[in-house]
């Protein structure tokens, strides 16, 4: 996908990039191999040499570079490339913006879940991040990492991140991720169907105030499907946005 992409490139936007892909040029072997390309004029040697330096960041996996290159918008095509080096993030806090609770944390395989009070640290939080290329969440631009880096100034490692509410976006799924779920029939657990994030603060006050480890179980158990259900997600999601802009 990453490497069916110009998107990159100097002053290409998306109608330049389809205008590319018209041409027959699939893939950026293709681009260069061409000694002309419609469109892009003198610009070609420039272009070239973009790409190459891209190419050598992607398989040297050097995402910082990656994250400075790629507009934001765009990250999501790094998703095919990265998935297996991805970390699905979502964080629970007593209130909107207040202190954080809950983070959780999902490669693909397994959960890591680190609780206020218990085993949330910074430092031990910095070190697990530094393992991903690539950050996946749902709403995370405007609250999970913003909220994080007070909290936590310096944890957030400097890697391309997809907000897969504005991928959702793209191709027509909007709504919150409990309505996007339901949208794709992805299934929680029945004692979890009608938990909401108001819910999950409310959880959390409750396990203070009470000590019963029976509310932040719940607790636990809310915020884990909420990182599980961002892949099966982002795998549509993706996808689908990678077949409207190429259609």
Same mark, same amino acid.
């Given at each position: 996908?990453?490497?069916?992409?110009?998107?990159?490139?100097?002053?290409?936007?998306?109608?330049?990039?389809?205008?590319?892909?018209?041409?027959?040029?699939?893939?950026?072997?293709?681009?260069?191999?061409?000694?002309?390309?419609?469109?892009?004029?003198?610009?070609?040697?420039?272009?070239?040499?973009?790409?190459?330096?891209?190419?050598?960041?992607?398989?040297?996996?050097?995402?910082?570079?990656?994250?400075?290159?790629?507009?934001?918008?765009?990250?999501?095509?790094?998703?095919?490339?990265?998935?297996?080096?991805?970390?699905?993030?979502?964080?629970?806090?007593?209130?909107?913006?207040?202190?954080?609770?809950?983070?959780?944390?999902?490669?693909?395989?397994?959960?890591?879940?680190?609780?206020?009070? &218990?085993?949330?640290?910074? /430092?031990?939080?910095?070190?697990?991040?530094?393992?991903?290329?690539?950050?996946?969440?749902?709403?995370?631009?405007?609250?999970?990492?913003?909220? &994080?880096?007070?909290?936590?100034?310096?944890?957030?490692?400097?890697?391309?991140?997809?907000?897969?509410?504005?991928?959702?976006?793209?191709?027509?799924?909007?709504?919150?991720?409990?309505?996007?779920?339901?949208?794709? /029939?992805?299934?929680?657990?029945?004692?979890?169907?009608?938990?909401?994030?108001?819910?999950?603060?409310?959880?959390?006050?409750?396990?203070?105030?009470?000590?019963?480890?029976?509310?932040?179980?719940?607790?636990?158990?809310?915020?884990?499907?909420?990182?599980? /259900?961002?892949?099966?997600?982002?795998?549509?999601?993706?996808?689908?946005?990678? /077949?409207?802009?190429?259609?």
């Amino acid at each position: 996908m990453i490497r069916k992409s110009f998107i990159f490139l100097d002053r290409v936007g998306l109608r330049k990039e389809k205008s590319i892909w018209n041409q027959g040029i699939d893939d950026w072997d293709n681009f260069i191999s061409k000694s002309k390309v419609k469109g892009v004029g003198a610009r070609k040697p420039l272009f070239d040499r973009q790409i190459n330096s891209l190419r050598k960041a992607l398989y040297g996996q050097d995402a910082s570079y990656l994250k400075s290159a790629i507009p934001r918008s765009e990250a999501w095509r790094l998703y095919d490339f990265f998935k297996d080096e991805a970390v699905f993030l979502d964080i629970e806090t007593a209130h909107y913006y207040g202190y954080i609770t809950v983070i959780g944390l999902y490669d693909g395989y397994n959960t890591k879940m680190m609780i206020k009070d &218990i085993n949330l640290d910074k /430092n031990i939080l910095k070190k697990e991040l530094a393992k991903y290329k690539l950050i996946v969440t749902f709403n995370g631009s405007s609250f999970d990492l913003p909220v &994080i880096e007070r909290y936590f100034q310096g944890v957030i490692p400097d890697v391309p991140h997809i907000d897969l509410r504005h991928v959702c976006s793209r191709i027509g799924l909007t709504g919150g991720l409990k309505s996007i779920e339901k949208q794709l /029939n992805i299934k929680r657990l029945p004692e979890l169907e009608h938990v909401t994030g108001e819910d999950a603060a409310e959880l959390w006050r409750t396990f203070k105030a009470t000590g019963d480890d029976y509310y932040l179980d719940l607790l636990i158990k809310y915020n884990e499907e909420d990182i599980i /259900n961002l892949k099966p997600i982002a795998d549509f999601a993706v996808k689908e946005l990678w /077949n409207k802009i190429r259609n």
